[in-house]
């Protein structure tokens, strides 16, 4: 079978990362420190020998595609399906806000529960569902591609465990895989049944930039 890659990358930091608040569907652009690491991802990518560039259409992750796209002049193609977890009445909140004003719908989101729908949002299942739709549609379409997604932590997280098989219908509350902003995660495919993880939250492209806290722009 012809040897499939797939790239899931989180996007640069963002403004509303800085500030620690939720970013979910809203339109953050990334912040200085963003652009320099969405750059030097770039960089560390331009080898990989990409065929394709697909990304969250929401701008920040937008923003961190755009100079892997200039270098290889290769189109981004934006889709609705890799956003972020619509997070509701909790955009644009501080985590502290969000404990105090929403409690119920903030103990479920940092506890995992995963069919739990934030108020005015969805569920990690909503989510789960629209990403593996769309990604199960590029894989098909696209064996012994090098295939790169811009995309977001709980994307990145919930993609994650559902290529590895660790989550299904019965799944009810799941582990949290923190990746960092501009973090790589690399997988290989020879087929759908055949998966393996290469590398999760690949940080060193990063170091001259955030230095030796690899989590310094979370």
């Not at 919930?158 to 582990?175: C, H, Q, R, V």
Request: proline share 2%; glycine share 6%.
């Amino acid at each position: 079978m012809k040897l499939t890659r797939l790239f899931l990358v989180r996007h640069g930091q963002s403004e509303k990362n800085a500030e620690r608040r939720f970013g979910g569907h809203s339109a953050t652009p990334l912040s200085a420190l963003g652009k320099r690491q969405a750059l030097a991802t770039a960089k560390a990518l331009e080898k990989e020998r990409i065929d394709l560039i697909f990304s969250s259409d929401l701008v920040r992750a937008v923003q961190t595609a755009e100079p892997l796209s200039k270098l290889l002049k290769v189109e981004v193609q934006k889709t609705q399906a890799f956003r972020e977890r619509n997070v509701g009445v909790l955009e644009g909140l501080t985590f502290e806000e969000a404990a105090q004003k929403y409690p119920e719908d903030y103990q479920a989101l940092i506890t995992r529960d995963f069919l739990h729908v934030i108020k005015n949002g969805e569920s990690y299942f909503q989510l789960l569902q629209r990403v593996s739709t769309k990604l199960e549609q590029i894989l098909a379409e696209n064996e012994g591609k090098n295939i790169v997604i811009f995309t977001h932590t709980g994307v990145i997280c919930f993609t994650s465990l559902y290529l590895l098989g660790a989550i299904n219908e019965n799944t009810k509350n799941t582990p949290w895989l923190v990746t960092s902003n501009c973090g790589i995660c690399k997988f290989e495919f020879r087929g759908r049944k055949n998966v393996r993880l290469l590398a999760f939250n690949e940080t060193s492209h990063l170091e001259k930039i955030t230095g030796n806290d690899a989590f310094a722009s979370k």
